[in-house]
C-alpha cells in the first residue's frame, strides 16, 4: 500500500512541474522538494482549494542518447 501512494504522489509532483504549477506547491526558494513532496502538497491542494488531480498515471523518464549507443557498441565488441 505504501509503494502505490509513494507512487501516486511521483507521478501528481512530475505532473505538476511538467504543467508548470510547481510554484503552486513548492515555495521554496531553491525548489527542493522531492517529486513525492509535490504531489503531497498538490493533494492537499485538491481538497482544501479544490483543484484537480492529473487523471493519468504515466511516468515521463529522461531517454539518454548514449544509452541505445552504447549498448550498441558493446554487443558489435562482444562478438
Request: glycine letters at 8%; charged letters at 20%; one cysteine or more.
Amino acid at each position: 500500500m505504501l509503494a502505490v501512494t509513494m507512487l501516486l504522489l511521483s507521478v501528481q509532483g512530475q505532473h505538476v512541474v511538467m504543467s508548470g504549477k510547481r510554484r503552486w506547491v513548492d515555495v521554496h526558494w531553491k525548489r527542493g522538494n522531492s517529486y513525492v513532496r509535490i504531489g503531497w502538497n498538490w493533494l492537499r491542494g485538491c481538497l482544501h482549494k479544490d483543484w484537480a488531480l492529473f487523471p493519468s498515471i504515466e511516468l515521463q523518464g529522461e531517454t539518454r542518447s548514449c544509452s541505445r549507443n552504447c549498448i550498441q557498441k558493446a554487443s558489435s565488441t562482444a562478438t
